[in-house]
């Protein structure tokens, strides 16, 4: 075991005697005063990938909801992400649901939580934004709407507004479970009323920054196959720049060995997500085409499920719970196992490798 390994694995040792939301509270704090240890990064032009003016360094993204308040931006790109989503911030800062929220089923290497969009708000996340300057990878800022909120729409008008000239990309999210009545906005009637709302907003930034700043739409797992194929096609009739799959689910599946916590309300994610979220993926490539930008998220805790998400057809991929249970030196590993893959398939850039096994996912039933 390399020296890099040992201190990663004494880390989430140490990490996983503390309770989930103390232990991950207590990793922001040492990522945002620099004394988290850092490794070598891997640097191969073939894994950049090119969306308008952005350049993503390398495929693999910090999910949101791990630096939900923007504490951590800089720090995070050092670990190896090629791009870091912040939030999800809401207009007015929330306390989120009564503690405990934060689960770990460490049998299942899987998280159940029920935050419930704890954070900052707006104001101090945009000020926390701003200080923090120009980022060395891309960063993506994930907005939403207040549990409160009586225009749950125009919460996330503000959102695009506010931080359009701040943001790499932009991500409207409206999959999380844990905010009552949410997901209903995923419904075809809501969904094409939002993101024309959305993409009008964008369009305002666009003429104030002289820039378009790329929105992407984050769904849950949990939609039929009608319903997805609804949203995908809302997506592209409205101009939605791209879009992320999955949030966590509110499912349980039988498998999952710690059956006390999976009682616990909320939203799974890690191991046993990978299928639901991978099928979800494969499916909505389909629906889109080869050409929307699609993120794939749920599950990867291994090199290998990164290169099963971009083989499925994600052009990016996001991890949460992944690095819960494998600590940071997570992200490399991907990276150089990616960096392999391009040379061995004899392709100039990991790109030409997205959607390549479409069709083995694709064709999975969803359930
Ligand atoms: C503790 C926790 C908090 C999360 N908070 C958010 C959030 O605020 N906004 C969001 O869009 N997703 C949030 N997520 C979902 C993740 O971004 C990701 O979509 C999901 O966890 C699946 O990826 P994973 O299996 O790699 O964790 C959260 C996930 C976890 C585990």
């Known amino acids: 075991m390399s020296i890099e390994e040992m201190i990663n694995k004494i880390g989430i040792r140490a990490l996983h005697c503390l309770d989930p939301e103390t232990s991950h509270n ?11 240890p850092t490794f070598a990064q891997v640097e191969d ?39 870091v989503e912040v939030g999800t911030v809401t207009p007015l800062p ?3 649901n009564p503690k405990p929220r934060n689960f770990r089923l460490s049998a299942d290497r899987a998280v159940i939580n029920r935050y419930g969009f704890n954070n900052d708000g707006h104001d101090v996340v945009y000020e926390r934004i701003r200080k923090t300057g120009r980022t060395p990878g891309v960063l993506g800022i994930n907005v939403g709407a207040n549990k409160l909120s009586d225009d749950r729409v125009a919460d996330y008008v503000l959102g695009v507004k506010r931080f359009a000239e701040l943001a790499g990309y932009l991500t409207a999210n409206i999959s999380s479970p844990n905010t009552p009545g949410l997901r209903d906005l995923q419904e075809r009637g809501a969904l094409a009323n939002l993101l024309a709302a959305i993409i009008d907003a964008r369009r305002e930034q666009e003429d104030r920054l002289g820039r378009k700043v790329p929105v992407l739409l984050k769904i849950a797992p949990d939609v039929t196959e009608t319903a997805l194929k609804e949203i995908a096609e809302e997506v592209m009739t409205n101009n939605v720049d791209g879009m ?7 499912t ?60 499925a057809g994600a052009n990016q991929i996001q991890l949460y719970s992944g690095m819960v249970y494998e600590g940071q030196t997570l992200v490399s590993k991907i990276n150089q196992h990616l960096s392999r893959l391009v040379a061995t398939r004899g392709v100039s850039n990991l790109q030409e490798l997205v959607g390549i096994d479409n069709a083995q996912w694709a064709e999975k039933p969803l359930d």
Do not use: C
């Open 26 to 36: 207590a990793t922001i704090k040492m990522l945002s005063s620099g004394l988290a």
């Open 45 to 83: 032009p073939a894994l950049e990938y090119k969306w308008g003016d952005l350049t993503f360094k390398n495929p693999v993204g910090m999910a949101a909801g791990f630096d939900k308040n923007a504490q951590a931006i800089k720090p995070l790109m050092k670990l190896g992400f090629g791009h």
């Open 94 to 96: 929330q306390e989120g």
């Open 244 to 250: 992320i799959i999955s949030n966590t689910t509110i």
């Open 252 to 311: 349980r599946p039988p498998t999952l060995k710690d059956q006390k916590q999976a009682k616990e309300a909320g939203g799974l994610s890690g191991a046993p997500l990978f299928e639901r979220a991978t099928v979800t993926l494969a499916k909505a490539r389909r629906a889109v085409g080869p050409d929307l930008p699609l993120f794939g998220v749920g599950g990867v805790d291994t090199p290998e499920k990164a290169a099963a998400k971009i083989f």
